[in-house]
């Protein structure tokens, strides 16, 4: 019965990667099972060290380590996308589980939901 | 133009309603998680793509028939017969039957 | 010949009037389902989608006016509709109550919208099948 949210967006250049999170908070806080999947540009959101102050925007890394503390179940990273922007191992944050968003893993969502 | 609900599929896993043409990235990410159960709606500009999407997909792909008469792309099939080669044209009457259809639906 | 057994609908529309047709394809997609006996139990204004709800959006005059469109479908049926208020306040989209709350100068949702939370939209997906119009952007 999880809802996967799907954020493909790269962070800070648009919003709706956190209108995203904004959709996979209000469902753990409701106690409804959800999950998140970082695919394509998305991955970016995982990278460690990000400075946003120069922008007046807040690290969406920083929103992120919160996914686990109000109930988000996993978080999940398309691994080749993970490649592609350079994101090895050590530079993605703690707690993400990299797989490929293929038939075999969507299907064990109940709901596939982007923000926009 | 429109198909009647005999040509529609009986059971639907998931109903994947794509807007995007083949360019846009999460075209790609829909065309990664199809199954044979599946159903494909090309919709808005995804009607420019329908022939590589048709040719990509393991499952039945239709099309909106306004957002394909809008860009001026004709239906090759007549009402109710099977069309050769090219994407069914459906309205939004059937729209709404896939998606009643549809056990889970996908707006990518 | 497929079963269609009637359904509960929760229409979500993400993108907005006059950079997407998502608020067109959504409006003929739940004037279909009305038409087929279905039920469209709220229709849920998220990130750009909630400039739909705005009082103040003048289209010239040979142009579709999908608020107006929207409002009219929506009183016809008795459908309520509710714009997410993190979305809205993010975009000028501020109803009488948080005019107050904020103490600004004016209040722009058009009737019969209402500004109300994110559990409005995990309610739905509780007790109805959601369907998404997103900008094809």
Not at chain 3, 4 to 24: E, F, H, R
Not at chain 3, 69 to 79: G, K, T
Not at chain 3, 82 to 105: F, H, K, P, T
Request: glycine share 8%; hydrophobic share 45%.
């Amino acid at each position: 019965m999880t809802t996967l949210i799907v954020i493909d967006q790269a962070p800070y250049g648009s919003w709706s990667g956190r209108e995203g999170l904004d959709m996979a908070f209000s469902l753990a806080a409701f106690d409804q099972s959800c999950a998140l999947l970082f695919n394509g540009a998305g991955v970016n959101w995982l990278r460690t060290g990000q400075q946003p102050d120069g922008l007046g925007q807040k690290s969406v890394a920083q929103n992120l380590g919160a996914a686990a503390i109000f109930g988000v179940e996993a978080l999940y990273a398309d691994a080749q996308a993970c490649q592609r922007y350079g994101l090895a191992n050590d530079a993605i944050i703690a707690g993400v589980t990299l797989i490929a968003p293929d038939q075999t893993f969507m299907t064990g969502f109940e709901k596939v939901t982007f923000a926009g | 133009m429109n198909q009647s609900v005999a040509d529609l599929p009986a059971h639907i896993h998931t109903l994947h309603i794509l807007n995007k043409t083949v360019e846009h990235p999460r075209a790609a990410q829909c065309l990664a998680t199809l199954a044979t159960a599946d159903t494909v709606l090309l919709i808005e500009n995804a009607v420019l793509s329908a022939p590589e999407v048709a040719a990509a997909a393991p499952c039945p792909v239709f099309m909106l028939a306004a957002d394909a008469r809008a860009r001026g792309l004709i239906a090759k099939s007549g009402a109710g017969t099977e069309a050769t080669g090219a994407t069914p044209q459906i309205g939004y009457e059937h729209m709404v039957q896939l998606s009643a259809l549809a056990t889970r639906i996908i707006s990518w | 010949m497929a079963d269609i057994s009637l359904q509960t609908y929760t229409v979500v529309i993400t993108g907005a009037p006059y950079s997407s047709q998502a608020p067109q394809t959504a409006l003929d997609f739940a004037r279909a389902a009305v038409a087929a006996g279905h039920q469209i139990d709220r229709v849920f204004l998220y990130g750009d989608g909630v400039h739909i709800a705005s009082a103040l959006i003048c289209p010239p005059s040979d142009e579709p006016h999908w608020p107006r469109l929207w409002s009219e479908f929506l009183a016809e049926h008795q459908i309520p509709a509710v714009a997410c208020v993190a979305s809205a306040l993010r975009r000028g989209l501020i109803d009488s109550g948080e005019q107050q709350r904020y103490e600004l100068s004016a209040h722009n949702i058009r009737a019969p919208f209402e500004i109300a939370g994110l559990g409005e939209w995990v309610e739905a997906g509780t007790c109805s099948k959601i369907i998404y119009f997103h900008s094809g952007a």
